[in-house]
């Protein structure tokens, strides 16, 4: 065997046997890179007579032909080789359903897609959103509100007080939102269309009252606004809420230290064994307090009630949410028990507008 021939029966036994892409890469480096055997050889006829050029040169690159041939054989073999491999590895069943995301496992709790869905209503309408702190001083929760000192209706509210601080005044945990009318009367010239959802706490629990609740306060000031305007607002709001056509209101006088006249508002319902339909049947359901904002508490705030008037509301949201959602026990809403949020839970990118449709 010439040298030849030997170099050829080794490289392709080495092709033969490479059982990766890299190990084949290793062969091609051997026989064709720029140190390699082959390579080695056809350096060698420029310094050959013409005539052994002829005959070697044709040899040496004739086994070059071959083995660049099989290398690509041997490579393409390989490539097809893995691509199966992973095929295999990787097989797909596309007939079973695909898990759920994060984002779709996620589920928004009822209150915090009804406070979404308060604020498309009422943005809607012009108003923005406005907060305030949980813990409140008793001067914006009671005294600016025109609850005047020892009046029973500061102990209605059954309030959580804090331990009086250094000025000797006690702190407490805001009892309804209504501070937020104060607190925005005191910084925002009118006219004013603001909507104030938030928590609020009263020392009270049985089947329908948790200690924490939550409200949205609604107020209007302008020089001009009266009762029929509330009175649409509050038609307008219901109805976009509960996704219905109509809505009948009765409008009862009750009290509210801060509104003057203070009415409570029923919505016309019936109820069909568990089942509340609105703007239909022959009862009534009350479902919140309003009136217009009384010119003491305009003048604790510092507008004067001779140009400035208006409305405010308060409405329970977990009521709403419970109404609307027909959860039946107010203390679900906070007990965080996942299989209850994931039964009555919202999906996170379903943001209720009121193009799109509130609740999808
Ligand atoms: N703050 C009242 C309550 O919690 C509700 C209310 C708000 C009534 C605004 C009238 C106007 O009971």
Redesign the pocket.
Known sequence: MTDLEKLESETLNQIAAADSEAALEAVRVGALGKKGAISALLATLGRMSPDERKTQGARINALKDVVTERLAGRRAALEQAALEARLKSEALDVTLPAPPSALERGRLHPLSQVMDELAAIFADMGFSVAEGPDIESDDYNFTKLNFPEGHPAREMHDTFFFSPGADGKRKLLR????PVQVRTMLTQKPPIRVICPGRTYRCDSDQTHTPMFH?V?GLVIDETTHIGHLKWVLEEFLKAFFEVKSVNLRFRPSF?P??EP?MEVDVQCKRQGGEIRFGEGEDFMEIL???MVHANVLRNCGLDPDTYQGF???VGIDRLAMLKYGMPDLRDLFEGDLRWLRHYGFRALDFPTLAGGLSG
């Open positions: 009892t309804h939102t209504s409200q306060e509210f801060f509104t203070s307090g309003c009136g405010a509301f308060g």
